[in-house]
């Protein structure tokens, strides 16, 4: 019954997103242009909202759905995380997409979204292939 109400939410969230124009190739080259406002908003709305619902997570010590307490744990800053944002923001700029829009492209019917995936999978792998010699 948990999965099934997990995939109703990932098919309501991917829905308003897919209507709200979120994961369109065109607006993502919009907003590395600096030439659309759209997807920028969206992210000025789901940071504040995110902090918020983080803070209020720690605050009244919620729990997940198995009784653990939900916890965040501070990272330690590497160049690591530099050269892998880059990687991440240049794939983007490439592919107009990240990786969870690009179920919700393949679910619309941009069946080009396919070669984003196997390319995420693909980094995905290799990354775990080399992790250990990576900069963390």
């Known amino acids: 019954m948990r999965n099934f109400l997990y995939m109703v939410t990932g098919i ?14 065109f607006r993502m ?11 920028f908003g969206f992210f000025m709305t789901a940071v504040p909202v995110a902090a918020v619902s983080v803070l209020l997570l ?11 307490l939900i916890q ?8 690591g995380t530099v050269i892998g ?9 490439l592919t107009g997409t ?3 829009p690009i179920y919700i492209q393949i679910g619309g019917g941009a069946s080009v979204a ?22 963390h």
């Open 29 to 39: 080259q919009e907003m590395f242009r600096f030439q659309g406002f759209q997807i």
């Open 12 to 25: 309501v969230f991917g829905v308003a997103l897919y209507k709200g124009e979120a994961v369109s190739w």
């Open 58 to 68: 720690k605050k009244f010590k919620v729990k997940s759905m198995d009784g653990e």
């Open 98 to 100: 990240c990786p969870a």
């Open 85 to 93: 944002s880059a990687l991440f923001g240049i794939g983007w700029g």
């Open 114 to 135: 396919i070669v984003s995936l196997f390319f995420a999978l693909a980094g995905t792998w290799i990354y775990g292939y080399f992790q250990k010699r990576l900069p």
């Open 72 to 79: 965040t744990f501070p990272k330690k800053f590497t160049k």
